[in-house]
Nanobody, 124 residues
């Protein structure tokens, strides 16, 4: 059974930065893609970024492109989301997710395991 634990969320001002971490246990972390998603109050969960098993492919939602960077350290079973130039509209609970595939799409159905989420609040 795969377990994912996110950390690094918090309350910041617009323009600040945060780095989220997602630590995985169980499974074969280095063989699967990982995604980050977020859910704001009253809204559906949405794709933020994803990274292939070997870090070769990285994709971002248009809303975060150029501001967020996803990376992974397979030796540490950890994925990161560096978030710069944060905006109030980035406020949400952020979730990492463990894909069923080495290279995944942005569809929630591609992901078999989810963390509990970490809150990010950006004030203007």
């Amino acid at each position: 059974q795969v377990q994912l634990v996110e950390s690094g969320g918090g309350s910041v001002q617009a323009g600040d930065s945060l780095r989220l971490s997602c630590a995985a246990s169980g499974g074969t972390f280095s063989s699967y893609a990982i995604g980050w998603f977020r859910q704001a109050p009253g809204k559906d969960r949405e794709f933020v970024a994803r990274i292939s098993w070997d870090s070769r492919y990285r994709y971002y939602a248009n809303s975060v492109k150029g501001r967020f960077t996803i990376s992974r350290d397979n030796a540490k079973n950890t994925v990161y989301l560096q978030m710069n130039s944060l905006k109030p509209e980035d406020t949400a609970v952020y979730y990492c997710a463990y894909s069923r595939y080495q290279i995944s799409s942005s569809s929630l159905s591609d992901y078999a395991y989810w963390g509990q989420g970490t809150q990010v609040t950006v004030s203007s």
